[in-house]
């Protein structure tokens, strides 16, 4: 059984367009994230959510928006895709107060076009 | 704001043998938790080792050692009888105790090259 999933696992769009990006974990954990890697492999915070309530926005554009239905979902709307979106998005999720590792999902790679 | 620096962009080791990734960081915290992940060419992120940073005691996780020294933020790597399996890029990150606070704080990454 996968504890962290990610669909999907490749995407390649045109500028301009909206997609999502869906991620689900089956490890009880009660905070999820997204990190995004760029081309040179940094790994950056984007956001953060305990509970489906949102605790870390890291200057994200608002093109990105995130949604929790609930607290083993954690979903990556963006907007009008940018050339500049091109990535790869990690899902992660932890159990806040256990000294909290981070669990990562296969990860999303994104094309823009 | 706390940050990781990894000063060594690529390292190579010939099979094994032992290599130390390095890794220092800066924070004004005391308690923190730090972390090494490993990243194959699959991409998948993956757990190494953890370290409390009020344990002084280092973690040791089978071949994978760390030398945590608190005073001078530093949390170095040590990865014994290296094997072709090891390679991949190697990120060291940190994580505040603080809740609400709990984002990964990642270095830039140093790519492990394993010498047959």
């Known amino acids: 059984d996968t504890a962290v999933s990610q669909t999907p696992k490749y995407l390649v769009t045109q500028m301009g367009n909206d997609k999502s990006i869906k991620c689900e974990q089956n490890l009880g954990h009660d905070t999820m994230y997204w990190y995004k890697q760029d081309s040179k492999k940094f790994l950056k915070i984007m956001f953060s959510y305990n509970n489906k309530e949102l605790i870390i926005n890291e200057t994200v554009p608002n093109r990105f928006s995130p949604k929790s239905p609930d607290k083993a979902h954690l979903n990556l709307h963006i907007n009008s895709l940018e050339l500049g979106d091109s990535a790869v998005y990690f899902c992660a999720s932890s159990q806040v107060g256990t000294g909290g590792t981070q669990y990562f999902g296969p990860g999303t790679r994104l094309t823009v076009l | 704001a706390q940050t990781v620096t990894q000063s060594q962009p690529e390292m190579s080791v010939q099979e094994a043998e032992t290599v130390t990734l390095s890794c220092t960081y800066d924070t004004s915290e005391s308690d923190y938790y730090l972390f090494w992940y490993k990243q194959p060419p699959s991409r998948q992120m993956i757990l190494v080792i953890r370290?409390?940073?009020?344990?002084?005691q280092n973690a040791t996780e089978n071949r994978f050692s760390v030398n945590f020294q608190k005073a001078a933020k530093s949390f170095s790597l040590k990865i014994s009888d290296s094997q072709l399996g090891d390679a991949a890029m190697y990120f060291c990150?940190?994580?505040?105790?603080?809740?609400?606070?709990?984002?990964?704080?990642f270095g830039t990454g140093t790519r492990l090259t394993i010498i047959p």
């Open positions: 990150a940190y994580r505040s105790a603080d809740f609400g606070n709990e984002k990964l704080t």
């Open positions: 370290q409390e940073a009020y344990k002084q």
